[in-house]
């Protein structure tokens, strides 16, 4: 071989440009966690291919079905909710369809509480319209009538801890006592797991809005689903099946926001409860709902489940109904504007019969007690008395 053949034959500048952007090989670590932005990962051959599909080389194959910052997000959350494992969804309601495709079949039977997500209900609906799934909605106090709606084809329940958005907050306990062993999927968004670790009593899976505290900044568009690691791993197939997979850029956000969850949690919890009280004597306010305020129904319940605080939602009645609440978002508007999300870092308000609810029947939503004078409320992480002040500010123009 002559020295000139072993030296790299020059490239025509469309490959150098086509192959550009790989950095040598280095050994230190990043700081930081790397975004592994990519489709697919190579394979060195196939007896590779072999063993990492097969599980036996730990590596990735296809982002579809697993990547990197997937992974990271959704062992940290599996960890902080004392769960096997996870996967990761591109929306919450993704986590939700793939917990679905993954545990009924037409003819099957759901039990659902009455307050939900409005659309954790229409997709329900959906599936029980297209589908033929059956689903029955139950008081989430109502243990009776939870009992007698267990049939042998009850193959899953499905409740908020903290409900939205009325704060309910569901006996986890008493309800997986009744249900003897049929799995139980808590949305726990409202509570995250610095409130409550649904899994210690005795839930089957846990589900989050990731786009909601546990990202906690208002720019990722994300769903988690944790348990154990059979039942993930279903799960898991179901969300790449159904393409319903997270994105590794927000997947790496979602884990960059989880760092200050216990810390934003605590935050949103003492501020709230200022401004629950605040509200509670406000004459254009004729309820608050919030279960850290002893007036609410499940004060004690919220006591015994949530030592740790409420969290940061609350909801409360305008006397001055739907008018009310459309003079009060324009005046809030440049301080706590109206936005149709929550958890935001920022104190934002939403109108659930508009907006989170607006899919049920007018006649539904007033039997769960969701009125037109209703406005949802996410506490940020603002001073308390700068919050009140607004609130006060914009409820005085209402009289
Ligand atoms: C309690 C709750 N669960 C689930 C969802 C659905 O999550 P996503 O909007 O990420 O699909 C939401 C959305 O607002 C929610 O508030």
């Known amino acids: 071989m002559t020295s000139e053949s072993s030296e790299s034959p020059e490239l025509d500048s469309s490959t150098l440009a086509a192959r550009a952007g790989y950095a040598p090989e280095f050994t230190t670590r990043s700081s930081a966690p790397p975004i592994y932005m990519t489709t697919a990962f190579d394979i060195e051959s196939l007896e590779q291919l072999d063993s990492v599909a097969g599980g036996r080389e730990k590596g990735y194959l296809y982002t579809r079905d697993g990547n990197p910052n997937h992974e990271a997000f959704a062992n940290d959350v599996a960890a902080l909710e004392h769960a096997e494992t996870g996967v990761v969804t591109a929306s919450g309601m993704g986590a939700l369809t793939a917990v679905l495709m993954a545990m009924v079949k037409t003819g099957d039977h759901i039990l659902a509480a009455r307050v939900l997500y409005g659309r954790t209900s229409q997709l329900l609906d959906h599936l029980a319209a297209s589908f033929g799934l059956k689903i029955t909605y139950f008081e989430v106090d109502d243990l009776q009538a939870l009992r007698a709606a267990i049939t042998s084809e009850t193959r899953l329940c499905i409740v908020e801890s903290i409900s939205n958005p009325l704060l309910e907050v569901a006996d986890l306990p008493a309800i997986v006592e009744v249900l003897k062993g049929i799995p139980l999927l808590v949305d726990s968004t409202f509570a995250t797991p610095c409130l409550l670790r649904p899994i210690d009593h005795g839930a089957t899976l846990v589900w989050h809005s990731v786009s909601k505290y546990l990202n906690g900044h208002g720019d990722v568009m994300a769903g988690i689903v944790v348990g154990s690691t059979n039942l993930i791993r279903r799960i898991r ?87 009310a609440v459309d003079v009060l978002f324009r005046r809030l508007a440049h301080v706590i504007p109206f936005s149709p999300t929550l958890a935001d870092a920022r104190t934002t308000v939403s109108y659930p019969a508009g907006t989170s609810h607006k899919f049920m029947t007018a006649s539904a939503r007033a039997a769960c007690g969701i009125s037109d004078g209703l406005v949802r409320l996410s506490v940020g992480l603002e001073d308390a008395g700068d919050v009140n002040r607004e609130l006060g500010e914009a409820l005085a123009q209402l009289g």
């Open 237 to 323: 197939a179901m969300s790449s099946l159904y393409g319903v997979n997270a994105n590794p850029f927000e997947s790496w956000l979602a884990s960059r926001g989880l760092r200050t969850l216990p810390l934003r949690m605590q935050r949103v919890s003492e501020t709230a409860l200022k401004v629950a009280n605040f509200l509670k004597s406000n004459p254009q306010v004729s309820r608050v709902f919030y279960p850290g305020l002893e007036d609410h129904p499940h004060f004690a319940r919220a006591n015994r489940l949530l030592p740790n605080g409420c969290g940061g939602m609350l909801a409360f009645d305008l006397t001055g109904g739907r008018s």
